[in-house]
Nanobody, 122 residues
Framework: QVQLVESGGGLVQPGGSLRLSCAAS????????IGWFRQVPGKEREGVAC????????YYDDSVKGRFAISRDNAKNTVSLQMNNLKPEDTAVYYC???????????????WGQGTQVTVSS
């Protein structure tokens, strides 16, 4: 079965760093655009970052530009999200998702992981 699994979430102090990983089974991630999304209670799921399948181009929401970086490791069939200088407002459940095309809307993604909790608090 096609499956995505996120890992690497946890509790971190403001200004700290975490690295999230998205691992795939049943398909190869390098054939898909991969997006990272986050969601907090009472709010819609929002796009954080995306990496294309064609040329590896990356896209970031303005709220994380300069702090987060998305990358692929095709040998391991994973996509990572390096998160630096974390802020309390980054607290959310983070999801990875796969799409045949680059997209910002979560509605465009057909495969989703279960999510991993990131909490930024002092």
């Amino acid at each position: 079965q096609v499956q995505l699994v996120e890992s690497g979430g946890g509790l971190v102090q403001p200004g700290g760093s975490l690295r999230l990983s998205c691992a795939a089974s049943g398909f190869t991630l390098d054939d898909y655009a991969i997006g990272w999304f986050r969601q907090v209670p009472g709010k819609e799921r929002e796009g954080v970052a995306c990496i294309s399948s064609s040329d590896g181009s990356t896209y970031y929401d303005d709220s994380v530009k300069g702090r987060f970086a998305i990358s692929r490791d095709n040998a391991k069939n994973t996509v990572s999200l390096q998160m630096n200088n974390l802020k309390p407002e980054d607290t959310a459940v983070y999801y990875c998702a796969a799409s045949r095309v680059v997209a910002r809307s979560p509605d465009q993604y057909g495969y989703w992981g279960q999510g991993t909790q990131v909490t930024v608090s002092s």
